[in-house]
């Protein structure tokens, strides 16, 4: 057996010693207070852990270790099986939550940004991480935010297997945090969505946003702040505060599209989160090239909040449809025989839905060369197919 290792004390003039002893909660850091947070988020985040054990998985050990655990034996009864994973934050909507002092919902807005990136490729979310940097550990708001991730966790269908709280003292103000998540799902190679099933002839079908979502909020904040409005201000439209329709939670499609997947089978053949870029961008993401999807904006009346948006920062429209949503927060692309089904479908799940457009040969379509600007191609370093944005916004 060798012999430890010995150490030599660095020497430190008297002199430039402080003159009283500094602890780590003096540095800002409240080692007790990260304690009592994890026991006020615990029941929450165990809840999360039955979600997976109908698929025949299982979460092993609980809430406190150092790597979460997942036992996935029932993979050997897949084919071949595919992982995804996706990790994602909520951008500046934390500012939104901060200045109002409601932190339920952040969370939510987490776990959808990241499972419904996972789904577009047909997976199944499995189980999610989470990390929250904050200037303070707050053990209440903490609590708050974890119950919300945990709650959208239940709603996708996967298990918060694990998670980190780190205290950033002047990095951070005492008020401040952010946050930011990673999922892992899975599915059969078979079973695979994407551009390889998509051809011309489907049928492009809306699924309705709950808002905002968590895009455009570095745009919207400036506009409020510039218009000198605050976020308690009532606004008739909404029937609410500014602040309370900012902060409406991102809707989360995973378990609606893992069911629609299930339910269409082969009929289902792409699907496209809606997210920064807005929609005709995303879309393009998962066509393939030489393909062109027309969308038809008169089918569709966009919420109030974002002719809000439009107005109060004279946004040019074309702008504000590279940036947010505009009601639609996820687009399935179908099997034209598919069609009612999947409509029909997702109204008992209680989603509006609609169909936006057909996809079509370049070629076949005039109103390109009317109007090119309508037409976007290649996105976030996708070179697919095209979308084509044509009419008017109903209403």
Known sequence: MSDPPTTRAASV????????????????????????????MRSSVARTHATIESSGMRVLGGIGAFA????VSVL?????????????GVGTKVAVAQAMDRHDTIGVDLVAMVVDDIVVCGARPVFMTDYI??????????????????????????????GETAEHPGLMGPSEYDLAGAAV???EADALLGPHRVRPGDVVVALASSGLHAN???????????AGWTYDRQVAEFGCTLGEELLTPTRVYAADVVDLAGHLGDGLHAIAHVTGGGLAANLARVLPQGVLARVDRSTWTPPPVFELVRRLGRVPMADLERTVNLGVGMVAVLDPGSVDGALARLRERGIDSWVLGE????????????????????AKGVQGGAVELTGAYAG
């Not at 979460?68 to 036992?71: A, H, R, S, Y």
């Not at 071949?80 to 996706?86: F, G, M």
């Not at 550990?137 to 694990?162: D, F, K, T, Y």
């Not at 996809?359 to 290649?378: K, N, T």
């Open 13 to 40: 003039p008297e002199e430039f010693r402080v003159s009283q002893p500094i602890t780590y909660a003096a540095a800002g850091v409240d080692v007790e207070a990260g304690d009592r947070a994890v026991e006020l």
């Open 68 to 71: 979460g655990l997942v036992d």
């Open 76 to 88: 050997r009864d897949y084919t071949r099986p595919v992982l995804a994973t996706s990790t994602d």
């Open 133 to 162: 940097a904050c200037g303070r550990v707050v053990p209440e708001r903490i609590a708050q935010i974890v119950a919300g991730i945990a709650a959208a966790c239940e709603q996708a269908g996967c298990a918060l297997v694990g």
């Open 185 to 187: 799902g899975v599915v």
């Open 216 to 226: 455009g909020y570095s745009l919207v904040r400036r506009i409020v702040a510039e």
């Open 359 to 378: 996809l079509v040969d370049p070629a076949m379509s005039p109103a390109s060369a009317a109007h090119p600007g309508d037409v976007v191609q290649g």
